[in-house]
């Protein structure tokens, strides 16, 4: 299904706004590929650990650097989405990391609010020249706690972020002040939909009280020109192999079969700097 890179007209709002929605960017076929392989995952299931939102409830997540030939690599380096991040962020874009996040039935939990270049400030990235992009694995609503964002709020800057518990979160005095000014926005989506934000925009999400799951997964890049002036547990800039989007279909073979296996997880419990930052992209 050729789609290529978003329309140029929708620059501008996502300068203005934070944030583009893509409606339909992956298929049915295509999404539907995608969840089943990842709830058929072994190697997604034993290296994802949980993050506690303090009022009981809890989201699994899985994290990788490093995009690979398999399904997930395909959905990460694919046309439609790299060329999108190309064009929104003005430059060669790298692959900074990919995760899935998994938000169940009654149990998934809250994320506080957050900017994720409140996290990656830390990384050594001088500049919040990177772009998260949300794929709706499952449909996301109010109900089963879609993505909900601070319309615009990514023109206040990087604002200040406190570890508390197993996240951490946006100055809530600030995040408070800037609620009255900007407009709230809960971003409902279908499977197949994309979410382009900038790394400073504020977001968060409610817990799950549905009977429906609600897994995403999430490719985020940094500009080329923002190589990163230290190391860290993400990647400094590493060339991006971008492939066409009849890949992802294609991934679906024995070809590609087993191949998350091989992915660079990131584990918690063996990456200390993983396990502090209560690192995700998702809210």
Not at 193 to 204: K, P, Q, Y
Not at 208 to 235: G, T
Request: proline share 4%.
């Amino acid at each position: 299904m050729a789609r290529g890179p978003i329309d140029p007209n929708k620059l501008q709002p996502y300068r203005e706004d934070g944030y583009v929605l893509e409606r339909g960017l992956f298929d049915a076929n295509e999404i539907g590929l995608l969840g089943r392989a990842a709830r058929e995952d072994k190697a997604l299931d034993e290296h994802a650990f949980g993050r506690k939102d303090g009022e009981g409830g809890e989201i699994r997540l899985s994290l990788w650097n490093h995009p690979g030939d398999g399904l997930y690599g395909m959905f990460a380096r694919c046309r439609s989405i790299v060329d999108s991040v190309e064009l929104l962020l003005g430059g060669e874009v790298y692959h900074y990391h990919s995760k899935m996040i998994m938000k169940e039935p009654k149990i998934g939990g809250a994320w506080a609010w957050h900017q994720d270049y409140g996290y990656w400030y830390q990384n050594g990235v001088l500049f919040p020249l990177l772009c998260s992009v949300f794929i709706a694995v499952d449909r996301a609503t109010k109900e089963n706690g879609c993505l909900q964002v601070l319309k615009g709020s990514h023109l206040a800057g990087r604002v200040d972020h406190v570890l508390a518990g197993d996240q951490a979160g946006a100055d809530l005095e600030r995040v408070r002040a800037l609620s009255e000014r900007l407009e709230l926005v809960h971003v409902e989506m279908e499977p197949g939909d994309a979410l382009f934000f900038d790394s400073n925009l504020l977001h968060r999400s409610d817990q799950n009280h549905s009977d429906h799951p609600r897994w995403s997964m999430i490719c985020c890049y940094n500009a080329a020109r923002n190589d990163p002036y230290k190391d860290s547990h993400h990647p400094r800039y590493t060339p991006l192999n971008k492939v066409d989007d009849a890949m992802i279909l294609a991934a679906g073979s024995t070809r590609f079969a087993g191949s998350s296996a091989e992915l660079a997880w990131l584990d918690p419990a063996k990456d200390a700097s993983a396990a502090s930052l209560a690192e995700t992209t998702e809210a």
